[in-house]
């Protein structure tokens, strides 16, 4: 067994330099004095897509917190699996500055791409999370029961994400608005599956005192 220390010092510091990567996509802008206010006001694509992203990395790092509150060890393969889920986390800020110029620029094509790049990113780290949910549910003697039963429920919600994202990519290539949605609606749900995750360990406690 390996150290569950290291591994959540080590993932909040991937988190915290991902936060810190993505307000330095911010840039004073290019403006004629007096004119200030109307170039920050153009510049709301990228408060949209920082605002979005953060939400979503946010939400990503409550999971993470979560979940590895709820084992009492892990081992090798979980600790790849957790490097692997990293590098997927870190993928979000080009997809981020992709989506925040393509907006600005009001260029449909290139919106559609970007929207396209960052649902497949997104994709990406949910099959990751799938991969996280299988192995703890084939794995359940690394659990603290005491805090925390995994349940088929919460299994399924990386799919559901993935189903999503799959669909985004899809949409995206007929409608930019439809593609958009669903890549929220993405981001969303996984606000959803955490807070299915957090209010089981919740239950499980109460039931144990």
């Known amino acids: 067994m390996m150290s569950k220390a290291r591994l959540e010092a080590f993932s909040d510091g991937v988190f915290a330099i991902l936060i810190t990567i993505l307000v330095l996509e911010f840039h004073v802008p290019d403006y004629h004095q007096g004119h200030l206010a109307a170039a920050i006001a153009k510049q709301w694509?990228?408060?949209?897509?920082?605002?979005v992203s953060y939400f979503y990395v946010g939400t990503l790092w409550l999971f993470h917190h979560d979940y590895f509150a709820s084992l009492k060890v892990i081992d090798r393969n979980l600790n790849l699996i957790n490097l692997l889920s990293m590098f997927s986390v870190t993928l979000l800020d080009y997809p981020m500055s992709l989506v925040a110029t393509a907006i600005a620029e009001?260029?449909?094509?290139?919106?559609r791409v970007s929207f396209m790049i960052y649902s497949a990113v997104a994709l990406f780290i949910s099959s990751v999370y799938y991969l996280m949910y299988r192995y703890l549910y084939t794995h359940q003697q690394m659990?603290?029961?005491?805090?925390?039963?995994?349940?088929r429920g919460i299994k399924m919600d990386p799919l559901r994400s993935i189903a999503l994202y799959g669909l985004a990519i899809v949409t995206s290539i007929w409608s930019n608005w439809v593609g958009g949605l669903l890549l929220l609606a993405g981001i969303a749900f996984h606000f959803i599956a955490y807070l299915h995750l957090s209010r089981n360990r919740r239950q499980t406690s109460k039931l144990e005192v």
């Open 45 to 51: 694509p990228e408060f949209l897509a920082y605002a």
């Open 106 to 111: 009001r260029n449909t094509a290139d919106i």
């Open 143 to 151: 659990m603290d029961k005491n805090h925390f039963v995994f349940d």
